[in-house]
């Protein structure tokens, strides 16, 4: 059974750093191109950030473009977002998720989900 588990979400204020984390079991990790999105009440799930299986490509959205870094430990089996100088409009649920068959940022694409965990931050 494959799981996704986030860790690292809470309350930040404007202009502060926060490290998100997923772990990953039950899939071949380096299979999978691994991604990043959220999404805030009202809204929809917005892409954030994907890492290739083979952590040799990045790619993100334009409104985080600059100020968050993607990455992984394939030895880990782990997926790391780091999210710098953090606004209020970055407030919203994080979902690590994982896609077999290629690069994508649309979330249709992606195959399994984790459960979220709640960004906030305050100005």
């Known amino acids: 059974q494959v799981q996704l588990v986030e860790s690292g979400g809470g309350l930040v204020q404007a202009g502060g750093s926060l490290r998100l984390s997923c772990a990953a079991s039950?899939?071949?990790?380096?299979?999978?191109?691994m991604g990043w999105f959220r999404q805030a009440p009202g809204k929809e799930r917005e892409f954030v950030a994907s890492?290739?299986?083979?952590?040799?490509?990045?790619a993100y959205g334009d409104s985080v473009k600059g100020r968050f870094t993607i990455s992984r430990d394939n030895s880990k089996n782990t997926v790391h977002l780091q999210m710098n100088t953090l606004k209020p409009a970055d407030t919203a649920v994080y979902y690590c998720?994982?896609?077999?068959?290629?690069?994508?940022?649309?979330?249709?694409?992606?195959?399994?989900w984790g459960q979220g965990t709640q960004v906030t931050v305050s100005s």
């Open positions: 039950g899939l071949t990790f380096r299979g999978y191109t």
């Open positions: 998720a994982a896609d077999a068959s290629g690069w994508s940022r649309f979330k249709d694409d992606y195959d399994y």
């Open positions: 890492i290739h299986e083979s952590g040799a490509g990045t």
